[in-house]
């Protein structure tokens, strides 16, 4: 845990886990430790508890109960189904829709796909907000397509993607498949699975453990199993079943959308606030986009003063944000969603991303706004 005079605006990139979760992790631990699969009462009824969350999860989207699969993430998810379609479909086709904006996890599935399996993958351009359209989906679709994967929210820059207008045009005029990752949507924006195949989603983004996620998969959707071996999830990922992290999701999304609009609202005055106090700040520009927009991310870039450089001296404040995607840190290379966008030049070596909850207050956006004015003098042309 942060130590209690720090600032944690890192909140897309992962989130602290919530007490009722925290309690009743350290509740089932010492009791639940035998093998889901195994047929003697310790095991039935820890496979019992894991199909009541199954459940619950298939009653909060609508689905049916098979349609869950437990996985340690949103990581696996996405390479589970896109390599999944991709290979147990080539007899109708070879080729794959994305965008250039999506999560690493999911680029670097069809980048696998493209360079050691032959797939072709086109990858769609955005507009200069992040946002793919439509037209550009139906555009690219072909007899051969076998699955289209757009993101619902982007996680660095938080634009809303047209998911149901991309799902009437993949539906309406292609036999593929249409994957959403839904991680930065689930318990932040209002949503619904209609007219999606595929989705996936994490709990370490929405106040639950890390290693913890599903993939939702309609039932008419062919999919190849990568990790085979065992009869667990339906046989569509072997392992022994990490009981008490699966245990958990129902009462972790639960915790996410219970008051969800409540939340919503007050996060949504927040960003307000911030982009107020930002936008005052002179050598600031904000790259998040003002309309269909998760109001929990705000992107900006503070001209002048690079990334690392911004992100060092807040995290010697105490102030936690990141600059890019999480999962692209060891990388030098400036984030791909924002060229995607255009960006360009010192703008985009200089981005900042902060993640909001619905725990973070105006005072913590103040202090960190006056760190940054203050970076933006003392290390920038902004200099007075
Ligand atoms: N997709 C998106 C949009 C994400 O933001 C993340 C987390 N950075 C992931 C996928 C990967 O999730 P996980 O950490 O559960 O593997």
Redesign the pocket.
């Known amino acids: 845990m942060p130590m209690s005079k720090t600032i944690y605006l890192d909140n ?2 992962s989130s602290p886990v919530h007490q009722e979760v925290q309690k009743t992790l350290f509740d089932l631990y010492p009791i639940y430790y035998a093998n889901s699969d195994a047929l003697h009462t310790a095991g039935t009824d820890i496979q019992f508890m894991i199909n009541r969350s199954r459940q619950s999860i298939a009653d909060i989207f609508h689905i049916e109960l098979n349609e869950i699969i437990f996985t ?5 998810a ?1 390479n589970t189904i896109i390599k999944g379609i991709a290979f147990a479909n080539t007899a109708k086709g070879k080729h794959l829709i994305t965008t250039k904006v999506e ?1 690493s ?2 680029l670097a599935s069809f980048e696998q796909l493209e360079h050691l399996f032959g797939f072709e993958v086109t990858y769609l351009d955005v507009d200069n907000e992040g946002r793919v359209s439509a037209t550009d989906v139906l555009n690219a679709l072909r007899p051969d397509t076998t699955l289209v994967s757009v ?1 619902y ?3 660095e820059v938080g634009t809303i993607m047209p998911i149901k207008a991309i799902s009437d045009v993949v539906k309406k005029n292609s036999r593929a498949y249409f994957h959403v ?1 839904c ?2 949507a689930l318990g932040k924006i209002e949503f619904d699975l209609v007219g999606i195949d595929c989705a ?1 989603f ?1 709990m ?2 929405i106040n639950g453990l890390k290693g913890s ?1 599903i993939l939702f998969r309609r039932r008419h959707v062919l999919m190849t199993p990568l990790i085979t071996g065992g009869q667990q999830e339906m046989g569509y990922r072997g392992g022994t079943s990490n009981a008490i992290s699966e245990i958990l999701v129902a009462k972790t999304m639960r915790l996410a959308l219970d008051n969800q609009a409540k939340k919503h609202d007050y996060v949504v005055d927040l960003n307000q606030y911030l982009r107020t106090s930002l936008r005052a700040i002179e050598g600031i520009v904000i790259n998040s986009p003002v309309e269909n927009v998760s109001p929990y991310i705000v992107n900006f870039s503070c001209m002048s003063v690079t990334s690392e450089v911004m992100m060092n001296l807040l995290n010697v404040n105490g102030i936690y944000v990141s600059a890019q ?3 692209a840190t060891k990388s030098t290379n400036p984030s791909h969603v924002l060229a995607a966008m255009g960006v360009n030049g010192t703008r985009l070596n200089s981005t900042i991303r902060i993640g909001l909850s619905s725990s973070t207050t105006k005072e913590e956006l103040d202090i960190t706004c006056s760190i940054i004015k203050k970076g933006l003098q003392h290390y920038g042309k902004f200099q007075r």
């Open positions: 897309v990139s340690s993430g949103a990581t696996e996405n999560h996890s999911v993101m929210v982007n996680n990752d991680v930065q996936s994490s370490h983004k996620g995607s999480t999962c």
